[in-house]
């Protein structure tokens, strides 16, 4: 063989060493790419899986406290008619007993 067509086999075995090189580079870069893909998408999921918990979380908690609350305010509001009540008086004359009874009589 001559040295022209040995150097041009050297350059062949060259380039195929460095295509070689270049290609497991690039499926390393790649695998490394995929696996942060994978990494980031599984954080996500469970980013949303525990927004979702929280978000449940502050709903039934802002309903506990909506019912506690119109539960103290009916309570409170009970109460004042109770007091209310038991501070009415009704003066019965003979003219408002004759409109109770009128209204009695009126519904039969």
């Known amino acids: 063989m001559s040295n022209t067509q040995e150097e041009y086999l050297h350059s062949l075995k060259r380039i195929k060493e460095v295509e070689d090189k270049v290609q497991v580079e690039i499926e390393t870069h790649r695998k490394s790419i ?4 994978n990494s ?15 978000g449940e979380t ?8 909506s019912r506690f609350n119109a539960s103290k305010e009916a309570n409170k509001i009970m109460e004042e008619a109770e007091k209310k009540s ?5 003066q ?3 003219q408002t007993i004759k409109k109770i009874i009128d209204i009695f009589l009126s519904g039969m």
Do not use: R, W
Request: glycine share 0%; no cysteine; net charge negative.
């Open 34 to 37: 995929e696996d942060k893909i």
């Open 40 to 54: 980031l998408q599984k954080e996500m999921e469970h980013a949303i899986a525990a927004s979702k918990l929280e």
């Open 58 to 65: 502050l709903v039934d908690k802002s309903i506990e406290e």
């Open 86 to 90: 038991q501070t009415i008086s009704i």
């Open 92 to 94: 019965l004359d003979q």
